[in-house]
């Protein structure tokens, strides 16, 4: 059984920065990748980054490439989602997620390839 567990949300004003943390345990390295997704109020939860852990390239959606950087720490087994120039529309509930068994192209971007998840941590980007 794989435990994740995410930290780092908050408040913070436009333009500000956030680092999110995912600590995860159990049986971790059954996951071909880890990655970031959230969810606005009112809308469906949206994939927003990832990390392959056999050569730790990543892979971020259009909307946070060149503001968010998702890293790893193996040694911790701890995830990260770095995110500056925070806008507005960055607000959302953000979920950690693993268990990557199999999934459809390059990178897994699909909620659905994703077996374990986190509780979620709170972002409020404020204008």
């Known amino acids: 059984q794989v435990q994740l567990v995410e930290s780092g949300g908050g408040l913070v004003q436009a333009g500000g920065s956030l680092r999110l943390s995912c600590a995860a345990s159990g049986r971790t390295f059954s996951s071909y990748a880890m990655g970031w997704f959230r969810q606005a109020p009112g809308k469906e939860r949206e994939f927003v980054s990832t990390?392959?852990?056999?050569?730790?390239?990543?892979y971020y959606a259009d909307s946070v490439k060149g503001r968010f950087t998702i890293s790893r720490d193996s040694a911790t087994n701890t995830l990260y989602l770095q995110m500056n120039s925070l806008k507005p529309e960055d607000t959302a509930v953000y979920y950690c997620?693993?268990?990557?068994?199999?999934?459809?192209?390059?990178?897994?971007?699909?909620?659905?390839?994703?077996?374990?998840w986190g509780q979620g941590t709170q972002v409020t980007v404020s204008s």
């Open positions: 997620a693993a268990c990557v068994t199999y999934y459809r192209g390059t990178y897994p971007t699909r909620i659905y390839e994703y077996e374990c």
């Open positions: 990390i392959r852990w056999i050569d730790d390239t990543t």
